[in-house]
């Protein structure tokens, strides 16, 4: 009889492919090297720290001293000016910070001083990271849909040119906002769910574990996108084929963690205020609908039927604006290069509505569904408050970035890329993707 192998017994998840061991085995096998999503992230790093060299010449030159080289742009400075004043010492009063991001550059000005291209250059690297992880939750995507390693592969390269050329990821990367920071930690909850969701049950407590700590993060930069991530989840375990006690346990979960942050079971405390129409026109004109690049879509309060159709028309833009007859100056008409890819990803995600509201009514999402749940009911919550296009682009990130992950799969039978052979005989019919894979597949 053959040796018994010494060491713990592993199993190999059914989606991820991965190996078990100590109980954070499947969250490290799930966020290790993976060749594709490293070519990319780099890629998107160069590309980014490019862009944010040359906008800081710019910005400088311009008399704007580094910061965003727009009128409207003052929550860069805002955030580089409580950072330096938090790194210093300084009396400042915590309890007006809007979030937790101030925090993080104070931490990196007791290393660096205050140092603007140095908070740069950390928004980049975070912003490449999300690229990464962005490719990773294609990925898993990619695998539930049971794809071979070649056009496994393809979906993942798909996604990283997507994700990594993405024009307002790239401009936003440079500038002192957290919305890349959100965009990337989004992007790193939606691999830890859907490892959670789609993998045994030693894997998804790991993973529960990760989506707990990212969730809580989130709560403190932008509370509502962790509502829409709990929202999409909730909505996913109820419409899929998971088991009953797994079911109660992440609805349990949506229900308490919300409570334990300060956002009240099922975050209605936080809420409380959006479920009020006329608070929420009024807010939505004040503060979103104001400026030059505000769209003049109103809310009725008193009108059920035109609150409606404005969010919807609100909707729409979030997803696709500006759109033609929204350009008004030649600085909206840059959000054109921000559309492009929308246009493409919307047409191609119209002919997939049928069947995912079919899944949905027969109470069969499928893994990969999470991520559009997600970012259709963020786009729909943003459409409630939001009436300005620059707004809209910047708030929209992980919206677009979550739609370009699912939508992935499915361009894989529009772009045709050459098949390579490998280099065994050609008899064999061995294809470099059907080979064997590496350490970093």
């Not at 990821?169 to 500038?175: L, N």
């Not at 956002?263 to 929420?280: N, V, Y």
């Not at 499928?366 to 259709?376: H, I, N, R, S």
């Not at 280099?423 to 294809?431: F, I, L, T």
Request: hydrophobic share 50%; proline share 5%.
């Amino acid at each position: 009889m053959p040796a018994r192998r010494e060491g713990k017994e592993t199993h190999r998840d059914s989606y991820s492919g991965i190996e078990r061991g100590t109980f954070l085995s499947p969250v490290v096998a799930v966020f290790k090297l993976y060749r594709p999503a490293i070519v990319w992230a780099s890629v998107a790093f160069g590309v980014r720290v490019a862009t944010a060299i040359a906008l800081h010449i710019y910005s400088v030159e311009a008399g704007y001293q580094g910061f965003v080289p727009l009128e409207s742009g003052a929550d860069d400075r805002y955030y580089f000016e409580t950072g330096a004043a938090l790194a210093a010492g300084a009396d400042v009063d915590v309890t007006m910070l809007p979030n937790i991001y101030p925090y993080l550059l104070a931490a990196l000005f007791r290393v660096t001083g205050p140092d603007l291209m140095a908070a740069k250059l950390l928004n980049v690297m975070i912003s490449a990271l999300g690229v990464y992880f962005g490719v990773l939750a294609a990925r898993i995507v990619a695998r539930t849909s049971r794809l071979t390693h070649y056009e496994e592969r393809k979906v993942a390269n798909i996604s990283g040119a997507l994700l990594a050329f993405y024009p307002a990821s790239v401009f936003y990367s440079g500038q002192l906002v957290k919305d890349t920071i959100i965009q990337a930690l989004s992007l790193c909850l939606l691999v830890a769910l859907l490892h959670m969701f789609t993998s045994r049950r030693h894997a998804r407590l790991a993973s529960a574990l990760v989506a707990i700590v990212g969730l809580v993060l989130l709560f403190w930069l932008r509370g509502y996108l962790a509502v829409a991530l709990l929202a999409a989840s909730g909505i996913y375990v109820i419409a899929s084929r998971s088991r009953p006690g797994w079911k109660l346990g992440v609805l349990l979960g949506i229900v308490v963690l919300p409570y334990v942050v300060g956002f009240g079971p099922l975050s209605l405390s936080a809420l409380s205020r959006w479920l009020d129409p006329e608070w929420l026109a009024d807010w939505r004109a004040n503060v979103y609908g104001i400026g030059r690049s505000s769209l003049g879509i109103w809310l009725t309060p008193g009108d059920p039927v035109g609150f409606l159709m404005g969010w919807a028309y609100s909707f729409i833009s979030i997803l696709l604006g500006p759109l033609p007859w929204q350009v008004s100056s030649s600085t909206v008409a840059i959000g054109l290069l921000d559309s492009f890819a929308a246009w493409v990803t919307m047409a191609v995600l119209l002919g997939q509505l049928p069947p995912f509201g079919s899944r949905l009514l027969k109470l069969k999402l499928q893994p990969g569904d999470l991520v559009f749940l997600f970012a259709l009911i963020l786009a729909g919550g943003i459409a409630l408050f939001s009436d300005n296009l620059g707004a809209n682009i910047r708030l929209r990130l992980p919206v677009l970035s979550a739609l370009y992950v699912y939508v992935s799969p499915m361009l894989r039978g529009i772009i045709q890329v050459p098949r390579l052979r490998s280099r065994s005989s050609p008899a064999d019919g061995v294809h470099i993707g059907q080979a064997k894979r590496s350490r970093y597949s």
